[in-house]
């Protein structure tokens, strides 16, 4: 089973813990550097993945800030670990996400990727997402309604 968990006292050595193989460490921000910006931005939601109660992932999501839209969210870090990909726990995690971030009154559902990053942008798509823009950083911007 799997289930997105609040990043805690009780979690945060184990989502610290997490590996992604070395060809995609340069496509995310590591996690400790995640659960320090939920610890000091407010509108920052940071969660463990559990997969049969045993951390294997880690995510953060918040909603539009400048200017406030609480209908927008935004994935900003999604990683699961190299041990557990390729088996179905990130489709299954966005599933999750999308019921949450409906939950807070989100309609719409952002996320980003480097161009690089082919493995992600497939995932994304494959999931659903669409391409809409590019970033100032040049990352590929996505976008997916989740409106009910």
């Not at 009780?10 to 060809?23: F, G, H, I, S, V």
């Not at 400790?32 to 880690?58: M, S, W």
Request: glycine share 8%.
């Amino acid at each position: 089973m799997i289930e997105l968990r609040e990043v805690d006292k009780n979690n945060y050595l184990d989502c610290l813990r997490l590996r992604l193989w070395p060809d995609q460490e340069h496509n995310l921000a590591p996690n400790g550097d995640t659960i320090a910006q939920g610890c000091f931005e407010p509108h920052h939601r940071v969660r463990a993945i559990y997969r049969d109660n045993k951390v294997v992932g880690l995510l953060s999501f918040c909603h539009e800030d400048e200017p406030e839209d609480l209908e927008l969210y935004w994935l900003f870090r999604f990683m699961v670990d190299k041990s557990c990909q390729g088996q179905g726990v990130g489709s299954t995690v966005l599933e999750l996400l999308a019921e949450e971030v409906r939950s807070l009154g989100g309609k719409r559902l952002r996320t980003m990727h480097k161009p690089s990053n082919t493995v992600a942008g497939k995932a994304y798509r494959n999931f659903g997402f669409r391409e809409i823009g590019e970033l100032d950083d040049g990352d590929t911007l996505l976008e997916m309604d989740i409106a009910e």
